[in-house]
């Protein structure tokens, strides 16, 4: 059964870059689609962005400036760079598996989710 | 952007009563709409996509309907486990999420 784990620094300073990475276990990321998905404390769900492991990858046209998504097959890992951080970027970050292989945009399953505060 | 707009914002019921959720979509998303469960400190888990086909493993009081802008995510006979926040999410246009409906014991 796949599992899915994020990890990365829990607080970045304004104006830096946050970057996080999902280490898959149990299942390779040669295939499925895979997602970053935050979520501001107390609030709702938005999506980030998604990669194959292709390299090819989609975004959130809110957050497309400032994102970026890699994957490195070779430690069946992908990763988020996030530029320019405000308070507004202060979430709980999930990766997560597309639940289809042809690339459905429904996520199953995720990761625990990791805090990230951006504060000086 | 596509906006969904969940109702209510919070139901308050009973264990083995049933509940109702709606999800609105500020234009019609045709079918591709799905509900996700969130437990305090837990991520999602998908429950339901394409607006009516539960998910592996999502048990059968779980249901979905609705079709173009209005939907509904039904629960027969709650059980204590079923207490959480709900999220409806599109796929026609991105992908977005509702803002939630929590789910409590009365």
């Known amino acids: 059964q796949v599992q899915l784990q994020e990890s990365g620094p829990g607080l970045v300073k304004p104006s830096e870059t946050l970057s996080l990475t999902c280490t898959v276990s149990g299942g390779s990321i040669s295939t499925y689609y895979w997602s970053w998905i935050r979520q501001p404390p107390g609030k709702g769900l938005e999506w980030i962005g998604y990669?194959?492991?292709?390299?090819?990858?989609n975004y959130n046209p809110s957050l497309r400036s400032r994102a970026t998504i890699s994957v490195d097959t070779s430690k069946n890992q992908f990763s988020l760079k996030l530029r320019s951080v405000t308070a507004a970027d202060t979430a709980v970050y999930y990766c997560?598996?597309?639940?289809?292989?042809?690339?459905?945009?429904?996520?199953?399953?995720w990761g625990q989710g990791t805090l990230v505060s951006v504060s000086s | 952007e596509i906006v969904l707009t969940q109702s209510p914002a919070t139901l308050s019921l009973s264990p083995g009563e049933r509940a109702t959720l709606s999800c609105r979509a500020s234009?019609?998303?045709?079918?591709?709409l799905g509900w996700y469960q969130q437990k305090p400190g837990q991520a999602p888990r998908l429950l339901i996509y394409?607006?009516?086909i539960r998910a592996t493993g999502i048990p059968d009081r779980f249901s979905g309907s609705g079709s173009g802008t209005d939907f509904t995510l039904t629960i027969t006979s709650l059980e204590p486990e079923d207490f959480a926040v709900y999220y409806c999410q599109q796929r026609f246009i991105w992908v977005t999420f509702g803002q939630g409906t929590r789910l409590e014991i009365k």
């Open positions: 234009q019609s998303v045709s079918g591709n």
């Open positions: 990669i194959f492991y292709s390299g090819s990858s």
């Open positions: 394409d607006a009516s």
């Open positions: 997560a598996r597309d639940a289809n292989r042809s690339g459905s945009n429904w996520f199953d399953p």
